[in-house]
Each structure stands twice: as structure tokens, then as C-alpha cells.
């Protein structure tokens, strides 16, 4: 993809988690892989929103090192670069402390699938990681923070359940493009806040069944899918 | 009516939706019948919001045979020919994803008459569906969705009570035209919004007298109505 | 006060009640009184906010004798009336269902003052009337509601809290002037939204001091109010 | 600093509290202080905000003496003058009655940190203030506001905590800067709405850990700190 366009991509999907909502102050970011030339687009650190040009998008390959050198990178470069390593169907990823995901991330309880509004996205529970360790925090804390995101996928496919909660954090979430990993961000927020609501008024709210999750789910995703236009 | 205010007339009550915080994402649907020719128009599947023209209204008719082939209908098509076929006095149908409405159908909680803002609009209880068997989520998902629908309105009155909660899911709403079908569906999530506000707070409140019910909805609606201009 | 400019003050105080989002739909009411003629003027029945004008202010005497006969007054215009003839200070009444007010009102829990942001506007408890008999529904429920505020308001002084939550139903709200009237009705809403929170997470929250509300009251009304600019 | 541009900053955080949705009516003030020529600016009393400008701004030095006599000045001056004096580091206060961190002043719970989002911006625990006894309500509210906010943050360090909750009133927020005071609010809100929502659903929600909080603080304060560009 030519660098222009690429970088465009990336800098609308940062400007699209403020737009839905996602997005209070700076916190969040959100960056772009071209898995043909190898190149990282993700958001300088701490600039405005309502001044950010696609020339804030800061360029490096995967092991983090720059392409350009104007700007720092998000502080949160690492983590990305751990999940692009350990994903590689995935062409974006997005960190944000939307209200409802974060607050689940704050009480470590995980996002079960209550409807199909969540199905239609998510094959499955949204997961918690674990808390890091002392030592992990000192000492490598951003790629740490990638590292137990990659351990909670275990045995889970990071293409069917595109979200996790980093616990006492809050959430990052992917797509194969930057467009889909905003949108996932969006129903992330809102089936967060379901859950919340569905859990607080009544605790024990079972998830719905595996066939329905199955059915829904597949109605958008897979080989199989009947939605949309062909 | 002509073909063009009709489909006009189902798009905005498609784009109403959105308008009024029903819908997330693309999630949901609404469309009109016109009963003298029996056509029924519908929103395209997969069709972003902002796009939308009158030209996405895919047409067919009562049995779901297209009346022109350009689009794919949405993808919940059958289960508003059902409630078409059951609910004779219905002329238009909207399904959304709107939050409180949703979160009652996933705890599967029916909206009690806890207030006049329901007795307004809604003469009774607001239903939830049954779960759908694996066989039925299986084989004929989205008609069997609109037959569970037409069971929780045996001894019900589809007009007096414009609304369900399919569990698990979320709401579909109904009315005579496309417009009251938005204004109900409006009201709905509202109602849905306070009774869980309600009974988070004061688990057991009690729905308002049959009789308060009765007079507030007989305010608005049938022969001795008093409400509005002549 | 001429009548142009009178009724122009009653719309706009309908119109900010939906610019201020206490109004759904329809739902709700603003009335004013010109204490020297005599005259208030209430919004015709089922008018859509966003056509509404001044020739939409309908007139009529204390006794609900029309004025002018164009328009049906609001269907609560009997309630506003008892309201002005027993409480002879006021001078704009609104009714709402602003979504906790209602909410509220439908717990049936009185908003007790746990704050200053209470204090300021409203110096004492706002109460609940009693749910009106099946009688009074049927035979005379318009008059009723504005009878048992009344009832509620005995020891009270009406201005001094200047809002009831009707049992069940929803919000009245009055002022001296329609503009405080509306006041009063955004600051009842934001405290019946805070009253509902902090119950929530700790239900036996107290109310602030009686020194307290006194003082904070004091700052803003009465002889001694030291509040704003000279 | 020139008196226009000081005042100018000073206005433009008292508009910036109701653009980020803190404000309610007229609730709420900003202020700020020029340490070099012991100026403090503040909003006059009871001036609705659509039409505030720099002119409304009132001077007083750090006593409270009037530098000039046009308007009365917030009447929380005095508290803001406590804290001026009592913090010399800080160069803005604001006072809002923000929602959830009005509740949460409301039930005298302290924010305590659950999340980065909270450590990213304050060190530690978000504390509240005693109540004020009734003598000091009668005979010098606004100033004993002042003193029980210093009391609370005894051994607290109020640049690494720049924001308090007074006791059934609402958060007092500071920072270095007009622009800072305004962020600390913003997220001051948000962190608060966040702590509410965890200890509802969760009531034993436990802080995140010293190391996470520390390391997350550092990342943005302080000689080390690495967000943003150089």
C-alpha cells in the first residue's frame, strides 16, 4: 500500500475512537501493520486529537525500529508489536479506556456472551489477563503488558474473539484493517456495557447457548457468512 | 400508495433508528407493508447507515418472493413476514439493538407497567420470548425467531402492546405505520431504560394500578382517546 | 405583561425543556400565569416540539375557561390550574418525565437532600404524593394528580421546594417565572440522578445537615442571599 | 504574564469545564493565580456561561483584597484562597459539581485507584474531606471549605493528588496550570464514574497494585517521565 494511504488509514482510525466515544483525554491509540513491506504505523505520543495529521503517524518495522525519527511513538508501541508478532492475521490493533470495557477490566471479570450482539462479533468470552508481576511492571512493562494478552489467548483464536481486558488497565482490540478493529472497539464498549448492566441487575444472567453464539456468529463471519452483499 | 413515498417512508423510519440512539453499528432493521398491494419494503442487509438512499429498500412480498433482485434483503427478513402474516393490523416492523431493551431481553426480564410513561404506549406487560430450541436455531433461525414472538402474543393484543423482547437478543417493535412503529420503539427503549433503573434500586416495585394503566392508555389511543387536536 | 410577550415566555420554556433533554417524545408540559390578568397560557395537546410556536400556547382563565378556542390545551392542564389557585406565589408550572425524576417517582422514594447541589434549589426533601384511588383515576384523574401534590405540600412551603414527584407517574415542577420554573426542572432531574446513584451503592447514604442545607439554600434565596451581582 | 492573556486562560477553563459536560446550570467556578504578581482571577458570581467573557473574570490578590470593583467575585472565593495559600505549587483551581464525582462526595467514599486510567493522572487515593461542623457552616463556610480540604491532605502530597471530594458538596480540583485544573476534572469525572460502576457490580473491587500505580504515574509525571514528545 502506498505509504500515504497506509498512513491515512491509520491516522482515521484514531480519529474514529474519539468519534464513538472511546476516547477520554489522550488515553488510547491505535496503529496499522502492511504486511508486505513489514511497516508499523502507530500514533505520536501525547498529541491532541483535534490536532492530529497523518504526519503524527509514526513509522517502524517489527521489532521497533524507526523508520523516521521526528516524533516518539506511543508509549504503548511495544504491546502492539508483541500482538503483530504473535497474531499474524491481524492489520491493526487498538488500546483504548472506554468506559464500560475498562471498568470489567477493573473488577477482572470477563465478557460473557449474553447475546447475540456479542455474538455477531465475538466467538466467545472476551478475556481478562492476569495481573502482571511486580517484576514485569519494572522492568518490561508495555511488552509485558503484550505478553499476558498473547498467554490469555491461548487456545483461543485472536480472529474469532478480537478483544481482551488487560486487568486494572482496560482493553485492546484488533482487526484484520484498521476499519474493522474500530468497529470491534465500538461493539467491545457496548456489549461491556450490556454486561454490566445485565450482571448488576441480575448476577447469575446465563450466556446464551453454543448454538445460538455459533449461528449468529457465523451469519458474519466465515466461508458460511449470509450477510451483507455479495 | 406510490411506490417511491413508500419506500421513502420506510427509510425514514430506518434512518429515525439512528437518529434516536436505537442502533449501534449496523444492527438492526425496519420496514413497512403496504396491506392494498400487499408489497412489503425492507432495508438492504449490511448497508451502512450513512449511504442509505430509498434505493436500498429491497422489495418483496408476504412469502418473501422478491419483487426486484438488485439487493440482498436483511438478513432478519423472515421474521418480519411472519409477524406480517400474524398481526394483520400491523404496517411496519423495527428490530433493533437499543440498549436497555436489549439488556432486559438478555436477563429475560419482562418490562413490567412500573409507570404512565408505559401506560402511554404500552397497555400491559411488555413480553419476553422463550429461548429458541437448538433445531430451531439450527434449521430456521429467523422464522422460528418470528414464531416465538407470535406464541408470547397468545391472548395478547399486538397493537395494545407494540412490542416483545426475543431473549437473548433484543426487541422488535411494531405499529400501524413506520412512523409510530419509531415512536414506539423509542418509548420502549426509554421504558426499559427506567424499569431497570427501578428495580435495581427497589427490587420488588410494584407496577401501577390496572386501573391508572387502563385510563392512561385510553388517553391516548381508541374511541374515547382525549389526546391531541381533533 | 402584553399577551405576545407572555405567551413567547411559555414557549420557551416548553422549548428548553427539550433543548435541557428532560423530554421524550411528546411527554411533558409547561404552563404560565399572568397573576394580574389573570390569564395562563399551557401548550395545545400532542404538538410536536419541533413545530411548536407562540400561536401554539393555549389560553384560558384559573378556572379553565378558554380565552380562545383554536386548540386543546394540554390534557394536564387541570393539574396546573389546582396547582396555581393553591399556590398563589407561583407563576410557571412544567411537568415532565425526566428519566430518574420519573424513576423515582416510580420507587415511590422521595429525593431526600444528600448534597449542596440539592441545597441550592430545593430546601428540604421533595416528596412523593400518595398513589391516587381507582376513583379518583376514573372519575376525575387530571384534577386529582393536582390534588394530592397539593395534599403533599401541607407543612410545606411551595416555594421553598419547588418540585413533587407524582407517584407512579412523574415529575411537577414550578417557579416564580417560567425561566426558574425550568431551572428548577433541570436541577431536579440532576439530583434525582445523583439521589439514584448514591442509594445505590450505599443505600443507607444520610442527608447533609440541616445547617447545611439551610446555609447553602440561604446563599441563593431570601433576603439574605448573597449569591450573583447586585 | 499580561492581565488579558491571564484572564483570557482563566475564562477559557471556565468554559472548558461545561464543554467537557461538568457543569450543570450555573454550578461551579474556575479560577487561577499569577505567582509572580500574586494575582488571582475568578469567575463573578452567578454569570450564566453563554455569556461569560474575559470581563467577567474578577481580580483579587491572595487575601482577597479587590483589585478592582465591578463584579462580586465567586462565592467560593475563599476557598479557592485557602488552598492558593495552604498549595503554593498549584496555579488553578476549579470547583464543579460534576456528576459521579459529586455522588461519590455524596456518600463519602475516596476514589481509590482501580485502574491506570486513575494513575495516569493521580498518585494515590482521591480522599474526602471530614464534615464540616455546624459552627463552621454558620460562621465561616467558604473559608472552612478551604481548611478541611488542607486538613485532608496532611502528609498528602496535593500536586501528585490534584483533586478532593468536600463532603456531601462536591470535588475541588488544581493543577500547575488554567489547562491542567481542566484535565485533572475531566478525568477526575471519569475515574470517579469508573469507581462507582467497579464497586456496584463488584463492592470489593481491590486498588491496583503500588507498583502498577507508581509505574504508571511516572510514565507521565516527573523528572523520568517518558510520555509525549520532547
Chains 1, 2, 3, 4 share one sequence.
Not at 17 to 24: A, C, E, F, Q, Y
Not at 26 to 41: M, Q, V, W
Not at 92 to 106: D, L, P
Not at 110 to 118: A, F, N, R
Amino acid at each position: 500500500m502506498p505509504l500515504d494511504a497506509f498512513k491515512a488509514q491509520v491516522l482515521e482510525a484514531n480519529l474514529a475512537t474519539v468519534r464513538h466515544g472511546l476516547v477520554t483525554a489522550t488515553f488510547g491509540n491505535a496503529s496499522g501493520i502492511d504486511r508486505t513491506s513489514g511497516l508499523i504505523a502507530i500514533k505520536a505520543s501525547g498529541v491532541p486529537y483535534d490536532e492530529m495529521t497523518a504526519d503524527h503517524m509514526v513509522l517502524c518495522d517489527l521489532e521497533g525500529r524507526p523508520h523516521d525519527n521526528r516524533l516518539n511513538p506511543s508509549s504503548d508501541l511495544e504491546t502492539h508489536l508483541v500482538l503483530y508478532r504473535a497474531f499474524p492475521g491481524i492489520g491493526a490493533v487498538i488500546h483504548t479506556h472506554s468506559t464500560f470495557a475498562t471498568i470489567m477490566a477493573q473488577v477482572r471479570r470477563p465478557i460473557i456472551p449474553l447475546g447475540t450482539t456479542h455474538a455477531d462479533y465475538f466467538h466467545g468470552e472476551i478475556p481478562v489477563t492476569r495481573d502482571l508481576e511486580p517484576e514485569e511492571i519494572r522492568d518490561r512493562y508495555v511488552q509485558a503488558t503484550g505478553e499476558v494478552i498473547v498467554e490469555a489467548f491461548r487456545g483461543r483464536d485472536p480472529l474469532e474473539v478480537p478483544a481482551v481486558l488487560v486487568a486494572g488497565h482496560g482493553p485492546f482490540v484488533w482487526g484484520r484493517t484498521p476499519g474493522e478493529a474500530v468497529l470491534n472497539a465500538v461493539i467491545l464498549e457496548e456489549v461491556a456495557k450490556m454486561a454490566w448492566h445485565a450482571q448488576a441487575l441480575v448476577p447469575a444472567t446465563e450466556p446464551i447457548s453454543q448454538t445460538l453464539l455459533d449461528h449468529h456468529y457465523k451469519r458474519k463471519h466465515g466461508a458460511e457468512a449470509t450477510y451483507g452483499q455479495k
